[in-house]
């Protein structure tokens, strides 16, 4: 089955940057559609972005557009969100996701296969 696994995490001053990677297994990754996710302490995990099979189309949840980038690379199998202006409010366990269908939606019951996540901190 399709794996992904998380990385670049880490603590962040608010304003600051942070890069997040996924790695995905298996010769089928540019079949998916590709997202993340992200679930803060306390809360319901929410919808943050998705990309399309050739990452010619995006979509973004409102909380994070403009601030937030998704893209991906199917040549090295990996999908990434570039997270700028990070506030307080975006310290969350991210995830990444990947979707057989061409447009999921928020609802995590549309994704298909889920990574571990990875902690994403941002102090103030």
């Known amino acids: 089955q399709v794996q992904l696994v998380e990385s670049g995490g880490g603590l962040v001053q608010a304003g600051g940057s942070l890069r997040l990677s996924c790695a995905t297994s298996g010769r089928t990754f540019s079949s998916y559609t590709m997202g993340w996710f992200r679930q803060a302490p306390g809360k319901e995990r929410e919808f943050v972005a998705r990309i399309s099979w050739s990452g010619g189309n995006t979509y973004y949840a409102d909380s994070v557009k403009g601030r937030f980038t998704i893209s991906r690379d199917n040549a090295k199998n990996t999908v990434y969100l570039q997270m700028n202006s990070l506030k307080s409010e975006d310290t969350a366990v991210y995830y990444c996701?990947?979707?057989?269908?061409?447009?999921?939606?928020?609802?995590?019951?549309?994704?298909?296969?889920w990574g571990q996540g990875t902690q994403v901190t941002v102090s103030s």
């Open positions: 996701t990947a979707a057989t269908q061409i447009r999921p939606g928020a609802r995590g019951s549309d994704w298909n296969y």
